[in-house]
């Protein structure tokens, strides 16, 4: 099962019809307990289970339930994607369980879609927390962090602490696996999107030949990938040439964008197969569909191209 998306939102909204959470900048998960043990899958199915071994004490709550979070790493009372990025692809049991105890994660359960055998997918997000806080998670490793009704206020306290930003939910939703639904919002402090890398430019100048100027990146569209721009800002030193490393295996003759690119962007381009994602910040969309200002994070490798929206239709 995939989980439930929310949808960028134009404005916060309000009301008793909504509820308003934290948005964590960490790594969604599916907590399957059965059976004596847990089993954790990614947004993209992957199995992740070995690791996050400090998750194995989830067994020991409840003898059946599934529940849908966010894995986060803590630095500093900070949720830190770098420090967790480490551990997405770890599959030796032993180095899993060296990184658990150097930086341990915390599983934010918000979602509760199974409990003792008994689905809830089709009842109202409302019956579903409650139940859910019913169970009163709260161990050394997990926890379900609080719900707030100011939509506004939660957002303006979340920017001053310095958190990505918020999720509102209509609390007569349903659970829709896989789908990315207007009844959940996500309102993220700074404008972030992910996007797929379909090529590369060399430095213009420079005395290494050959080293990551730019990369060119797009997002899916009804005819295949629609290009929206170039990022050049945040690869200078290690961040590029860890990037141009990992774009080598995977360079082609032809370019993996659905319409020729403009001679600004192409000429001396390097083209790759359509399959790393880049988490970018920028302005948002110009009148053109590229984007404004962008500068490049960090690479997304818990995601997929198909996870990536359409930014003319999502935004960013």
């Known amino acids: ?31 399957d307990v059965s059976e004596g043990s847990v089993r954790l899958t990614s947004r993209t199915e992957r199995d992740v289970t070995v690791a996050f071994p400090e998750m194995s004490g989830l067994a020991g709550e409840y003898a059946d339930m599934l529940l849908d979070g966010e894995i986060v790493c803590f630095d500093a009372g900070k949720p830190s994607f770098g420090l967790l990025a480490e551990r997405f ?13 150097r930086s341990p994660v915390t599983l934010m359960t918000f979602d509760l879609l199974r409990l003792y055998g008994v689905e809830l997918l089709g009842r109202a997000w409302s019956d579903r927390r409650a139940t ?15 719900i707030f009704e100011d939509g506004h206020l939660l957002h303006a306290a979340t920017r001053e602490q310095g958190l990505e930003g918020i999720v509102s939910k209509r609390t007569s939703s349903v659970y829709r696996p896989g789908v990315r639904s207007p009844d959940w919002l996500k309102s993220p402090h700074r404008g972030s999107a992910s996007v797929v890398i379909g090529g590369w430019r060399p430095e213009s100048t420079g005395t290494v030949p ?54 600004e962007d192409s000429v001396g ?19 053109q569909g590229r984007l404004r200002q962008p500068a490049f994070k960090r690479l997304r490798e818990d995601l997929t191209p198909e996870d990536v929206e359409d930014l003319l239709d999502g935004g960013v």
């Open 89 to 101: 692809h770890v599959t030796n049991a032993r180095r899993a369980m060296l990184l658990a105890e």
């Open 1 to 31: 099962m995939r989980p439930m998306l929310a949808t960028p939102a134009p404005t916060i909204p309000a009301g008793h019809a909504w509820i308003h959470e934290v948005k964590w900048d960490g790594m969604r998960i599916l907590a």
């Open 132 to 146: 859910l806080e019913r169970l009163e998670l709260d161990g050394a490793r997990w926890q379900t962090p609080p």
């Open 269 to 287: 381009a390097h083209w790759v197969h359509p399959v790393l994602i880049a988490d970018v910040e920028s302005l948002g969309l110009g009148h």
């Open 210 to 263: 050959d080293r990551l100027g730019a990369v060119l990146v797009g997002t899916p569209g009804p005819d295949g990938l629609r290009f929206v721009g170039r990022v050049g800002a945040g690869l200078a030193g290690r961040a590029g040439d860890a990037l141009r490393q990992a774009l080598a295996p995977l360079e082609r003759a032809a370019s993996p964008f659905a319409a020729a690119l403009p001679a």
